[in-house]
């Protein structure tokens, strides 16, 4: 049983920043991946970026070299530093995590951009 909750989100203006985090709680061991989403009203639920134990990780390319994530295995926290967004990336985001039998969800944090 794996819990995670978020933070971080808000309102920012076009090329401005945010940070979002998540908190994991529960059985760790078996999580090997972890990462963002985020769902835009009326469009499906896409990868922002995904990050693995050791530290490997993956982006869409609409967010490549604008935002960073990262995990503290230690702290058991996964974080998303968002730089220089765009109104396009207003969306709900949430945190994941992926066992072999199991996807674990945050309840997800609003993030809006003004243009």
């Known amino acids: 049983q794996v819990q995670l909750v978020e933070s971080g989100g808000g309102l920012v203006q076009a090329g401005g920043s945010l940070r979002l985090s998540c908190v994991a709680s529960g059985n760790m061991y078996r999580i090997n991946v972890m990462g963002w989403y985020r769902q835009a009203p009326g469009k499906q639920r896409e990868l922002v970026a995904t990050i693995t134990s050791g530290g490997n990780t993956n982006y869409a390319d609409s967010v490549k070299g604008r935002f960073t994530i990262s995990r503290d295995n230690a702290k058991n926290t996964l974080a998303l530093q968002m730089n220089s967004l765009k109104p396009e990336d207003t969306a709900a985001y949430y945190c994941?995590?992926?066992?072999?039998?199991?996807?674990?969800w945050g309840q997800g944090t609003q993030v809006t951009v003004s243009s």
């Open positions: 994941n995590a992926v066992s072999p039998g199991r996807i674990y």
